[in-house]
């Protein structure tokens, strides 16, 4: 999905609309030079320099996109178009640096209309397959598959919450986004829903002495920059006998990097440290696509960890 904040002015805002249509029929280079004639007429342009970066990235000039991806922050310091993600992408930041907070916000907000079909365009299956693997684990421990409290995290419009609600007493969901959490409230199946960022979320319910006996976070931590962070955060909150499941994207190499697609990837062994040091038990790790791009699975994993 790709933001769009006017510029102000109507010359500007068409080329912008120009270049947009010249990359959409492949024709890169002229959507670029369209690009850098609406930041001319409109030098605070955030939307066409996000683009021109987008285009220079294609075409090859590494540089000038980190240049152009810099003027994007620089024209919108909340950074509602992901440009530190980008600047990650491509060597210029730490991954694990970017503020991302807003751009995610801003992201789902426009999102949340269209979440759930979009997702079914994609073959989406994170909740279905987190719901078999924690059935598989109670039926393997001899444990009755019921949860006195859950915590849906980064739940949106309320996927994952559809899928265990049948064994959980008291759901809690939590988003960023305030759009998914007024269409998680529409489906009627949490007990409590709260808007805010996870390890402040989690901080607050760690310091009210808040447990959970499940946790479940479907794809969440593709938009999450430290996830050594949250897996400790989790523990905090997680009750004695407590399962946490997630899906994280992976990458063949080592440590968390961001891919083509603006999302947090995870390799496997940074996944496995993140969960020993946060003072849990790997159960399960495995690799999982929960979605597909272009047709194809997206390369994920499947993790269940619990408490010692």
Known sequence: MTLFRSSGDILADRRYDL??????????AAAADLYLQATELAPGFASAWYA????????????GARAAFGKVREADPEDRHGA?????RLGGADPASAAVHTYVRTLFDQYAPRFDRALEDLSYRAPALLHEAVVAL?????RPLRFGTMLDLGCGTGLA????????????????????????RRKGLYDRLVVGEIEE??????A??????LVIAADVFAYVPDLPAVCAAVARVLGPDGVFGFTVETHDGEGAIVGA????????AFVRAAVGEAGLILRQIRPASSRTENRRPVAGLLVIAGRR
């Open 19 to 28: 270049g947009r249509g010249y990359a959409a029929d492949g024709d890169v």
């Open 52 to 63: 021109l970066g987008e285009a220079r990235e294609a075409l090859g000039d590494r540089d």
């Open 84 to 88: 530190a993600l980008a600047l990650a």
């Open 138 to 142: 109670c039926r393997e421990v001899a």
């Open 161 to 184: 919450g559809a899928a265990f609600r049948p064994h959980v007493d008291w759901l809690v969901g939590m988003d960023l986004s305030p759009k998914m959490i007024e269409a998680a």
């Open 201 to 206: 979320f989690l901080a607050g319910e760690a």
């Open 208 to 213: 009210a002495n808040g447990r959970f006996h």
């Open 261 to 268: 697609k603006m999302r947090y990837q995870h390799g496997a």
